[in-house]
């Protein structure tokens, strides 16, 4: 079971029939002493530091398949309104933090544009000109809201 992430608070192409849970998974991690004296010669020259880089990239890894895990147990599709948060725990100890909203979610078909019924007013089907008339919203899909 393939569990889809999304940042935004909907599934593009999905109807969200069901809200879960809140899902979480975090870990904590230190710096290596060896890393941080040569993150620590870098930083005088400048440049990236690709062992800090790595840290933080396995970090995301993992907290993020510390979510799903949960997020499995509970049955969801998908995770929407995902989120990544730091905080410092100790000198050299970060955790990074990940978070979202468990849901249900069902492929939406793809609905093909039909033209509305000709007007009986009108022969042969032909309409008035509306030149000035806003345009039909295209985005008329359900959105759900994970706050309530």
Do not use: C, W
Request: aromatic residues 8%; negative net charge; without cysteine.
């Amino acid at each position: 079971m393939t569990v889809q992430l999304s940042n935004l608070e909907h599934l593009p192409n999905y109807q969200i029939t069901e809200r879960l849970d809140v899902v979480y998974g975090s870990t904590v991690r230190s710096k290596h002493v060896g890393k941080d004296l040569f993150a620590g010669l870098k930083n005088i020259v400048g440049g990236e530091l690709t062992a800090y880089t790595e840290l933080l990239e396995e970090s995301r890894q993992e907290a993020i398949d510390r979510m799903v895990i949960k997020a499995e147990a509970l049955g969801a599709d998908a995770v929407v309104g995902l989120r990544f948060s730091t905080s410092s725990i100790a000198q050299g100890a970060s955790e990074l933090f990940v978070y979202g909203t468990a849901v249900k979610a069902i492929p939406m078909s793809q609905q093909s544009y039909q033209s509305p019924p000709s007007d009986p007013h009108y022969p042969s089907g032909q309409q008035p000109s509306s030149q000035n008339s806003a345009p039909a919203p295209t985005d008329d899909l359900p959105r759900f809201n994970p706050f309530g």
